[in-house]
């Protein structure tokens, strides 16, 4: 099986734009989970979806939004990007998002930095 | 009550020698603990995971000591070799699909 995919690897931004992540999980996974890591704060929960519905939020401001699509697919958004936005997104999946021994298993994740 | 705390945040180890991180929680709602590999500009890659029922867990090099009264858990690289150098990262699984991750610690095994 191909194994979760992010797009793009890397993005550069300014200050105030917007940015769209992307990432494709392993075939027949339905849950999508996001995570920011930053040398300061490490991995940090975003947000999870599972069957198109948003289950689980983190603690990041309203800027940060996602979705999931009928294939499982999910997309992250960012508005008007700050600074401190500058971080790995890595984006996980799961069969079944969170029962017994279900796992995570991480994509490379997308740089972005902000100027 | 979410935090998961992992120590220590940086561990040289000789080859062949044995690597210990240790990972604290106080949530008792967590209920899967997986720990991960990352390398650098890698996503996490799962090495083993345990549940709260079970006392330990041994996969190849690598074993899970899980205390649950203490509510510890800590991660034993056996034989270490310098192709175990990375950031290791304990999480803890919260509400289905929220992982709640430990600082990491960086791994140096020494030839």
């Known amino acids: 099986k191909a194994g979760v995919t992010q797009t793009p690897r890397y993005l550069i931004k300014t200050r105030g734009q917007q940015v769209t992540l992307s990432c494709s999980p392993i075939s027949g996974h339905r849950s999508v989970s996001w995570y920011q890591q930053t040398p300061g704060q490490g991995l940090q929960f975003l947000f999870e979806y599972f069957s198109e519905t948003q289950r689980n939020k983190g603690n990041f401001p309203g800027r940060f939004s996602g979705r999931q699509f009928s294939n499982s697919r999910s997309e992250m958004n960012v508005s008007t990007l700050e600074l401190g936005d500058s971080a790995l997104y890595l984006c996980?999946?799961?069969?079944?998002?969170?029962?017994?021994?279900?796992?995570?298993?991480f994509g490379p994740g997308t740089r972005l930095t902000v100027l | 009550q979410q935090q998961v705390k992992q120590s220590p945040q940086s561990l040289i180890v000789q080859k062949g020698g044995i690597s210990i991180i240790n990972c604290a929680y106080e949530n008792t709602a967590f209920d899967y603990f997986p720990w991960y590999q990352q390398f650098p500009g890698k996503g996490p890659a799962l090495l083993i995971a345990i549940r709260p029922d079970v006392s330990e867990k041994k996969e190849g090099r690598f074993t899970i000591s899980f205390n649950k009264s203490a509510k510890q858990f800590s991660l034993h690289i056996m034989d270490s070799q310098p192709g175990d150098s990375a950031t290791y990262f304990c999480?803890?699984?919260?509400?289905?699909?929220?992982?709640?991750f430990g600082q990491g610690t960086e791994l140096s095994v020494k030839p």
């Open positions: 999480a803890a699984r919260y509400q289905g699909g929220k992982l709640i």
């Open positions: 996980a999946s799961s069969s079944s998002g969170g029962q017994g021994l279900d796992t995570q298993y």
